[in-house]
Nanobody, 122 residues
Framework: QAQLVESGGDLVQPGGSLRLSCVAS????????IGWFRQAPGQEREGVAC????????YYSDSVKGRFAISRENAKSTVYLQMNNLKPEDTGVYYC???????????????WGQGTQVTVSS
């Protein structure tokens, strides 16, 4: 079955950086869009960034634009989220997922991973 596994979350100070990884199995990564989402306690799941893995086209939410960068390495079936200048409001569980179209709407995605915790705090 198709699976996604997120990793790389950690506790970091404001202004710090993290790189998250999303490793796909059970399907060909280069035929789909991969999205990164996050969810803070009591909040709805929020789209962060997505990438068309066939050509690398990317889209970002306004809250992370200029700070985060999504990329892919299709030969390793992996999508990355480089997060720089982290802020406390970036705290949450980060998930990756699969879609057939470029979107930050979680309803368009399937095959959610287990998530990885990112905590930004002093």
């Amino acid at each position: 079955q198709a699976q996604l596994v997120e990793s790389g979350g950690d506790l970091v100070q404001p202004g710090g950086s993290l790189r998250l990884s999303c490793v796909a199995s059970g399907f060909r990564l280069g035929y789909f869009t991969i999205g990164w989402f996050r969810q803070a306690p009591g909040q709805e799941r929020e789209g962060v960034a997505c990438i068309r893995t066939s050509n690398g086209a990317a889209y970002y939410s306004d809250s992370v634009k200029g700070r985060f960068a999504i990329s892919r390495e299709n030969a390793k079936s992996t999508v990355y989220l480089q997060m720089n200048n982290l802020k406390p409001e970036d705290t949450g569980v980060y998930y990756c997922s699969v879609s057939h179209q470029m979107s930050l709407d979680s309803a368009e995605y399937t095959n959610w991973g287990q998530g990885t915790q990112v905590t930004v705090s002093s």
